[in-house]
């Protein structure tokens, strides 16, 4: 069982930055890929990006690519998402989520945040 807990999330400005960090309570997160999900109201929960365990691997949904970032530091047991030239269009609660192998279906992630929120203002 991973415990995982979201922080980082706030009101920022259409152009600003934040990063958002995921702590995980086991020292066997270095050995789960990692992956950042989002939920806007009314909508589907989708796929921001996800990262393997070494951090060798990476990709990231279209709508956020050149804009963010995903890292872990292993040691931490965290892991993090930097947005920068956040949109409204950026605005949901963001989650990180864990399971063993990369994956963009939120379907078949193991451990879950409770979900931090983020609201872009224009």
């Known amino acids: 069982q991973v415990h995982l807990v979201e922080s980082g999330g706030g009101l920022v400005q259409a152009g600003g930055s934040l990063r958002l960090s995921c702590a995980a309570s086991e020292s066997t997160f270095s050995t789960y890929a990692m992956g950042w999900f989002r939920q806007a109201p009314g909508k589907e929960r989708e796929f921001v990006g996800t990262i393997s365990a070494s951090s060798g691997w990476k990709d990231y949904a279209d709508s956020v690519k050149g804009r963010f970032t995903i890292s872990r530091d292993n040691p931490k047991n965290t892991g993090y998402l930097q947005m920068n030239s956040l949109k409204p269009e950026d605005t949901a609660v963001y989650y990180c989520?864990?399971?063993?192998?990369?994956?963009?279906?939120?379907?078949?992630?193991?451990?879950w945040g409770q979900g931090t929120q983020v609201t872009v203002s224009s």
């Open positions: 989520a864990t399971r063993r192998g990369v994956s963009k279906d939120y379907g078949l992630y193991n451990y």
